[in-house]
Structure formats: C-alpha cells, structure tokens
C-alpha cells in the first residue's frame, strides 16, 4: 500500500508542477510537426523492440513488454 | 485539388499535435474533428543478420483508418523468419564436443575452443495486431486492442486496454493501461527435466528414443504476463515535450528456456555433462521510462533513458538518442545511438562445477548474464509525391556479455567465455 500512495503522491506534484507549463493552443506549430510526435516512427519502435526483447533481457517501458515470440 | 492536399496535410499535422503515444503510439486524442476519412500505410522490410550466427527477415504491413469522428483503427501484420546458429549455453572447450539436438533427432559437433551453438534454429512467425482508439468523455481517450502471434513451436494472445486523459489546455496528458498475454510453447522434442542432464550417446542406437524421453517431462507448457503502466506526458514549451512510465509486469508459468544448458565441468574446468537450464516460475519487472523530444532550429532531438529492475535481480539501464537532421530539399538523415547495460540475474553462472552443490534455478544464458551492448544507426529519408516516404536504416549492433566475477578454472582460462556478437539491421520503409 505504501507504494501506491507514494505513486499517487508523485501524481499529484508532477500534475500541480504541470499546470505552469505548457503553451496556449496557438503556440502548437512547432510540437504539431510530425517529427515532434514522442514515438516517430512505430514501424522502426516495433522492429527495435522484437530485436531487444529477443536479445536483451529488458522489455518494454516505452510501451507494454508483454511475450509475443519464442525467438532466439 | 492543392487546397485539399493542403488542408489533408493541416488536418494530419493537428492530429500529430495531440499524439500522446503513451503506449507506443496507440493512444491518439484529437484536437479538433475530423472532416475526412483517411488510410495511411507503412511497409518495411528489414533484414537482421548476426555474424555467424542467427539472420531473422521481417516484413511489416501496417494500415492506420482515421475516420471522421477521430475513431482510429490500427491493424498490422508481421512475418518474420528465423534460421541460423544460437548460443546453446555451454562453455568452449580444448576439444571437440557433441551435443544431442533440442529434438532429439540427430546430435551436432562443435571444434575446440569454440562457442557451442545449435544450428538448428529455423522458424516462420505470423503476426497480426489490432487496436481501436476513440476519444470518449470531454477530454479522454480511450484504446483497446489485441496481438495474435503463431510460430511452429510458440503461440502467443494478449490483449490490452488504455485510458487517457488531457489536463491543463491539452499540454498534460495522463495514462493508464494494462495488458494480459497468455503464450503456449510446444517444442519439437518436448520440455526437458530442469537440470537433468542432456543424453549423449549413439542417436541411432534403438533404445536412444526412450532414453531421451525419459529426460523429458511433457510436450508444451505456458506462461502469462500481466502489464501495467502509468504515463504523464507534459509539454514543457513550444520546442519541447516530455514523457514518463513507470511499468510493472508481472509473469509466472513456464520462463526456462527448453533450448538451453549449462556445462557441468571437473576441477580442471572440463565439460562432463550439460544440465538443462531451470528458471523461477515467476517474474516482476519494474520499468521507469523518460523520454523528451526538443526541437532544435537544425533538428530534432529525441532522447530516452530506461531503468529497470526485476526480482531476478537483474537491472538495466538504457540509453537511446536520436536526432533528426531535415535537408531544405524535404529529406533528412537521422543519426542514432542506443547503449544499454544489465546485471546478471542471481541464478545465471557461466559452467556449475561438478561437485558444488546443485541450485534450485540456474542458467548460462548471457542474455540473462551481465551484458553491455550498444547499437550505431543512420536512417536517411526522402520525401515521395503524394507525401509518400521512403526511408533506408542500417543499424550496426554489438553485444559483449561479460564475467559475472565467476573465476575461469583449468581449460577454461585458455578460451573464450564471453564471445561478444556483432550484427547488422538493414531496413527499407515505404509510407503511403
């Protein structure tokens, strides 16, 4: 229990912390650039993540982990 | 007809706006309607192939629908084969040495003093992913979807749900999803006994077949993996974004790798036996992710870190840094970096000493064993008519396993314990 309410305190601060930053919807031009998108090209994440997933003994983070494949 | 292009490009560039890609991409909130149905298609084609070891071809077709009340649908197919050498697990030995096939059907020979591996590996997997996204209340988004993966020996399902959220003028995004997969594997000779050694002996010799089954203990077994993440994303200002999960996946059921042994070896470090490897039945992995996205006045810096810890003991830490360099012409060349570090899990060890004690879970699988890899890439990308895209990678990856602290004995100093792998990505990706 202690973690969640460590976790949902976390929320709250970064949330409060949030408010100030930002831009109005006008200020948008630059981050509406495609390039700007947080995963810029999920064909080559997908690749990445079976490649590391099948190598590694780390998955996910950016998105689930999950199993998917017996690969060697 | 230049006016709607022009107002097809708008249209796409407002909904990249809202693009919270919390998980993976998946989730999508759109800043305002729609007017207009659109499909947009990724192909790739992408070849990796290691030195003297494993080469695996991938072709991905993946369809996005966009319709005209912000509902995306996402659906994409994946086939890969896999054929090549992999490490088996053992250690190098001053002398030739046999091993019986994970099948059971016929044994392989490895020269001195170098790296077992099974060249036996050969696989085809089909893939196929669907997810749905649509905004919901003022301000949420919702997504579902699913993954069906079938290769000749492994099944996998999952299924997942996501909820997001927008706060603060759209500039804070909150998420949270969970997913549940369920994977059945079926290898050809069956699950080994944990720790029982692998038989050695004349594979044409009559009794040979009831002999290797006895070191068997079924024909499939399963595991499932529970996931669950939370994310924020935060934009900073008008140049930059922010994002970050904290992920817990849980997993139980079948983790032991049926294709892997460990070198059981004498005082002087020879082989005597190959035991098969024994993993825990269950897994929790803590994932903390973080990454921006800054747009300098020459490019486009996209930089993550990842840390994760398990109760197998194993942490890692990885870095990933890219930046997208745009040419006046409408082509860009992308530099990338990606270095990524573990810690061995408690029960992996290079060779177990004939006379120790055995453990209850062991493993010489380097890919659970201290491991530090990096990876060097370039993609280069031209703009087509229509604004259609084609796009060329080519990633160099090396992996050096490393010694635990384990120290070498007899035979063992004179070869190689850690050989380090070296492979090449090459990638070509065509959107329309």
Known sequence: MHKYKILLMV??????????????PWERDLLAKKEMALT??????????HIYFSKEATSGGRSFGGGGCGCN | MQLKKQNKSNLKALLTTATCALLGGTVQAATQANTEETWEFDTALMHYSETDRVS???????????????????????????????????????TPQTFTRPSGNGQYTIQEGETPLDDTFQDTRVQFTGQWTQPWWEGYTVSVGGNLSKEYDYTSISVNGNIARDFNNKNTTLSIGTAYAYDLIEPEGGIPDPLSAMLIGDSDDPSFESEFNATRIGSDDNK?????????????NRKMIVQFNYSLSTSSGYLTDPFKVISSVN?????QEYLHENRPDDRTKHAFFGQTKYHFDSGFLDASYRYMTDDWEIE???????????????HFIEPHVRMYTQSAADFYQPFIQEDAPLPDFIS???????LDTYTVG?????????NNELSFRLEYYHQAPKSNGTEAIGVLNDVELYEPIDAIVAQVTYSF
């Open chain 1, 11 to 24: 929320s709250i601060v970064l949330l409060s912390g949030c408010s100030s930053l930002g831009v109005q």
């Open chain 1, 40 to 49: 810029g090209s999920p064909i080559d994440s997908a690749l990445d993540d």
């Open chain 2, 56 to 94: 695996a071809t991938e072709v991905i077709i993946a369809g996005k629908k966009t319709f005209v009340n912000d509902e995306v649908l996402s659906l994409k197919l994946t086939f890969d084969t896999l054929t090549g050498a992999s490490a088996n697990g053992a250690v190098a030995q001053p």
């Open chain 2, 224 to 236: 499932t993996t529970f996931d669950v993440l939370f994310g924020v994303t935060q934009v900073i």
């Open chain 2, 267 to 271: 005082a002087n470090g020879e082989a």
């Open chain 2, 316 to 330: 890692s830490h990885t870095f990933d840094v890219r930046y997208l360099i745009p040419f006046s012409n409408g």
């Open chain 2, 364 to 370: 010489a699988d380097y890919r659970i064993g201290d």
């Open chain 2, 378 to 386: 370039l993609k280069y990308g031209i703009p087509m008519d229509n």
